[in-house]
């Protein structure tokens, strides 16, 4: 299934709230995208991708979290965080924003809920990793990136950067070939 282009900062649909998904509507096309988005991770190594990081409006998202040498996949749609405690700032980095890292403050342990994707309610718990991958998601399809929890200082500080960083993503699109996304 094709490899995807990813949508980078500063596209429109990055900052949108995403389309709340009717399961049966999309159950037929689900398995196509559903292997777009996992062949797209794949080949960039994600811990995770957002739909509309590949330019579809409907909150959907894959989390994939390695845990002990083994690969697991969550697909989540219409999640929403339904417990968060306690606080930790790590160091993280969005596919939409390739080669900056920034401090983020997250909740430590999350419960989401959402459909999988059989169109099954499930609850996921988590911290660590997990934690993080589903808050950054979360975010993804509410037109959220991890720049915007970052303080009005850090990011003007980092203007220069993304500015640098804009002008090689738009290189790398070139050398590709690659089309915007709708
Ligand atoms: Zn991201």
């Not at 159950?27 to 794949?42: F, H």
């Not at 099954?120 to 959220?144: C, Y």
Request: glycine share 8%; aromatic share 4%; hydrophobic share 40%.
């Amino acid at each position: 299934m094709p490899v995807r282009r990813i949508c980078k900062y500063g596209e429109q649909i990055l900052s949108k709230k995403t389309e709340k998904v009717d399961f049966k509507k999309i159950k037929g096309e689900l398995p196509k995208i559903l292997g777009d988005m996992l062949d797209t991770l794949d080949l960039v190594r994600g811990a995770g991708l957002a739909a509309n990081q590949i330019g579809l409006d409907m909150q959907l998202a894959i989390v994939r979290i390695k845990e002990e040498e083994r690969e697991m996949d969550f697909v989540l749609i219409n999640p929403v965080l339904a417990e968060k405690s306690g606080e930790i700032a790590e160091d993280e980095g969005c596919l939409s924003f390739p080669g900056l890292f920034a401090r983020v403050k997250r909740h430590a342990k999350v419960k989401v809920r959402a459909l999988n994707e059989k169109g099954v309610p499930v609850e996921i718990t988590g911290t660590g990793l997990l934690a993080r991958a589903l808050q950054h998601e979360i975010d993804h399809l509410n037109g959220i990136v991890f720049l915007d929890h970052l303080s009005l200082l850090t990011r003007l500080r980092l203007k220069p950067v993304l500015m640098k960083l804009k002008r090689q993503w738009k290189k790398m699109d070139e050398s590709k070939g690659m089309q915007k996304p709708m």
